[in-house]
């Protein structure tokens, strides 16, 4: 079992930033891929990043060269930077961990919306 739990969203205005944390606990060992995904109203969840155990990351094209995911395995935790936010970026911002047997692990979510 590994437990997530997200912080640091907000209301930002367009063009600023926030930085979304993801801590974790129990089995972290066993987590192959940490991910951030996000919804926003009457919409489907969205892949936003990823980071693997390796440390490879991905981004969706409406995160590439705004968005960095990364990890600080001494914190058992994963960043999402989010840079040049826009009103379309406005969602609720998931963490999600998959381990080894391809168990998805979910956090309760955190609200970033960017109005003026």
């Known amino acids: 079992q590994v437990q997530l739990v997200e912080s640091g969203g907000g209301l930002v205005q367009p063009g600023g930033s926030l930085r979304l944390s993801c801590a974790a606990s129990?089995?972290?060992?066993?987590?192959?891929?940490w991910n951030w995904y996000r919804q926003a109203p009457g919409k489907q969840r969205e892949l936003v990043a990823t980071?693997?155990?390796?440390?490879?990351?991905n981004y969706a094209d409406s995160a590439k060269g705004r968005f960095t995911i990364s990890r600080d395995n001494a914190k058992n935790t994963v960043y999402l930077q989010m840079n040049s936010l826009k009103p379309e970026d406005t969602a609720v911002y998931y963490c999600?961990?998959?381990?080894?047997?391809?168990?998805?692990?979910w956090g309760q979510g955190t609200q970033v919306t960017v109005s003026s």
């Open positions: 999600k961990a998959e381990d080894l047997d391809v168990r998805n692990y």
């Open positions: 129990g089995s972290i060992f066993s987590v192959e891929h």
């Open positions: 980071i693997t155990r390796g440390g490879s990351t």
